[in-house]
C-alpha cells in the first residue's frame, strides 16, 4: 500500500456544457465511498463556478492558470480568479496546450510556481512525442522537461506530475505498464534528487487512454498514483469504474 493516496482527476478539456453537470452527482457519490482516493472534475472555465456550487464534496478545478495575479492579459484567467470560482486545483503544462499555444517549460513552471503560491493543487503535465519514443529519446524529453517545468514545490498548492505519452491522448493506445512502470520510476528519481524526500512524497499521476478496462492494471504498477482521465471523465458511466478501481488498490 502506497504513502500516496490515490488521485483521479477527470480533465472535460474544451467539453461540456451545464447539462453535462447532471453527470457530477453520480461522480461526486462514487467519490463519498471511495474512502481512500482523491478526485476531481476539471471543466473549462465557463463551468467552474457552476461546478463547485454542485460538487458535493468533489473537488473542482480548471485546465490553466497565467502566471500573473492580475494585469493587461486578454482572454487569460489567474490562479486567484479561479481561488474565488471555487477551484481547488489546476492543470497546466497539458500537451495540447504546450501544442496549440507554444507554451515553453519556462511557462509553464512560472504558472505551476503562481498556482502553488495561491494555494491549487496543480498538476503539471510532461509527456513525449511518438516520434521521440520511436527515437528511443523518450526519457530524455521527459527529463528535460521536469528540469525546465517543474516549480519550487514549496507553498500552499501541492505539487502533482502527470505522465501523459502524447501518442497515447485520445488515441484508445495506452502506454504499457512496462513503460509506464520505467517511466514513472524515472520521474520519482527526478524528484527526489531535486526535492529530496518531499520528492517521495508527490504523486505522479498516469494519462492517455485510461478506462475502466485498463485503469486496474495501471494503478498496480509502482510509482502509479493516479491517473489524469480525458474522454472516459466525460460521463459518470465511464468514469465512476476508475475511481473505484482505485479504491481497491
Ligand atoms: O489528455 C488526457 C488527460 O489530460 C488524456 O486524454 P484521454 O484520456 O482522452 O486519452
Redesign the pocket.
Known amino acids: 500500500m502506497s504513502v500516496r493516496r490515490k488521485l483521479i482527476a477527470g480533465?472535460w478539456?474544451m467539453n461540456g456544457s451545464r447539462a453535462q453537470l447532471a453527470e457530477l452527482s453520480a461522480i461526486a457519490a462514487a467519490a463519498r465511498e471511495a474512502a481512500g482516493v482523491d478526485v476531481a472534475i476539471c471543466p473549462p472555465f465557463t463551468l467552474i463556478s457552476l461546478a463547485a456550487a454542485r460538487a458535493g464534496g468533489l473537488a473542482i478545478g480548471a485546465q490553466d492558470c497565467h502566471q500573473s495575479d492580475s494585469g493587461a492579459h486578454t482572454g487569460n484567467v489567474s490562479a486567484p480568479m479561479l481561488k474565488e470560482a471555487g477551484a481547488r486545483l489546476t492543470?497546466v503544462g497539458?500537451?495540447?496546450r504546450r501544442a496549440d499555444q507554444h507554451e515553453s517549460d519556462a511557462l509553464v513552471s512560472a504558472k505551476a510556481q503562481a498556482a502553488i503560491r495561491h494555494g491549487l493543487r496543480t498538476i503539471v503535465?510532461v509527456g513525449e512525442s511518438e516520434a521521440d519514443r520511436a527515437a528511443g529519446r523518450a526519457g530524455k524529453v521527459v527529463s528535460a522537461q521536469l528540469s525546465g517545468s517543474l516549480p519550487d514545490p514549496e507553498g500552499d498548492g501541492e505539487m502533482v506530475v502527470?505522465y501523459?505519452p502524447i501518442w497515447?491522448?485520445?488515441?484508445g493506445k495506452s502506454a504499457t505498464t512496462a513503460d509506464v512502470a520505467e517511466m514513472h520510476a524515472l520521474i520519482r528519481a527526478h524528484l527526489i534528487d531535486n526535492f529530496g524526500d518531499r520528492g517521495g512524497r508527490i504523486r505522479i499521476l498516469y494519462?492517455?487512454?485510461?478506462?475502466a478496462e485498463n485503469a486496474a492494471e495501471l494503478f498496480a504498477v509502482d510509482n502509479v498514483d493516479g491517473a489524469?482521465?480525458?474522454?472516459?471523465?466525460l460521463t459518470a458511466e465511464q468514469f465512476v469504474p476508475i475511481i473505484q478501481a482505485a479504491a481497491r488498490c
Open positions: 480533465n478539456k492543470i497539458h500537451s495540447e503535465c502527470a501523459e497515447a491522448i485520445g488515441t494519462g492517455g487512454s485510461v478506462k489524469l482521465v480525458g474522454g472516459a471523465s
